[in-house]
T-cell receptor, first 112, second 107 residues
């Protein structure tokens, strides 16, 4: 298996634009997590899915953020409209219950 | 109060030193525990799981104290390559990461 795959690796966009981040989890993993990492706040859990169903989205900062998982092999995190304070590294991770989480390489988002 | 708390450091130690990191968690129903390592500008990767009986992997020893809701990581004979950020992770049904502790091993 190729591991967790995220795209794009880097994204630079202008304030107000829509940004879509993509994630392909490891096959057979039934949990998928989206995290945001900044120097100030560390790794923050935004939302997680179990069997494609969103379980806890309490970490999503505001309505500008949305996430979907239409099937077991794909998830998206969308920011609309984007703001400079959304600049961060966004990680996707997948796992089976109570076991090791595997992370993608992250998407480095810069909003100017 | 944060769900998982760590001293962010940095810890600056010479090669060969022994260094210990601590982590506390607030949810007594937490199910499993891990230490992850993150190198600069890379994704976190599992270092080791933490078991109630304590566990060792080479120079690394992890301990769990459920009564005190406390996890520790001990690194013996530290190497330059151990320089990284060490993240404490608690599984409460979701994976919650601590802020991370930065270790810098100097020659």
């Amino acid at each position: 298996d190729a591991g967790v795959i995220q795209s794009p690796r880097h994204e630079v966009t202008e304030m107000g634009q829509e940004v879509t981040l993509r994630c392909k989890p490891i096959s057979g993993h039934d949990y998928l997590f989206w995290y945001r990492q900044t120097m100030m706040r560390g790794l923050e859990l935004l939302i997680y899915f179990n069997n494609n169903v969103p379980i806890d989205d309490s970490g999503m900062p505001e309505d500008r953020f949305s996430a979907k998982m239409p099937n077991a092999s794909f998830s998206t995190l969308k920011i609309q409209p984007s703001e400079p304070r959304d600049s961060a590294v966004y990680f996707c991770a997948s796992t089976q219950v109570a076991s090791e989480a595997f992370f993608g390489q992250g998407t480095r988002l810069t909003v100017v | 109060r944060k769900e998982v708390e760590q001293d962010p450091g940095p810890f600056n130690v010479p090669e060969g030193a022994t260094v210990a990191f601590n982590c506390t968690y607030s949810n007594s129903a937490s199910q499993s525990f891990f230490w992850y390592r993150q190198d600069c500008r890379k994704e976190p990767k599992l270092l080791m799981s933490v078991y109630s009986s304590g566990n060792e992997d080479g120079r690394f020893t992890a301990q769990l104290n459920r009564a005190s809701q406390y996890i520790s990581l001990l690194i013996r004979d530290s190497k330059l390559s151990d320089s990284a950020t060490y993240l404490c992770v608690v599984n409460t049904g979701k994976l919650i990461f601590g802020q991370g502790t930065t270790l810098q091993v100097k020659p």
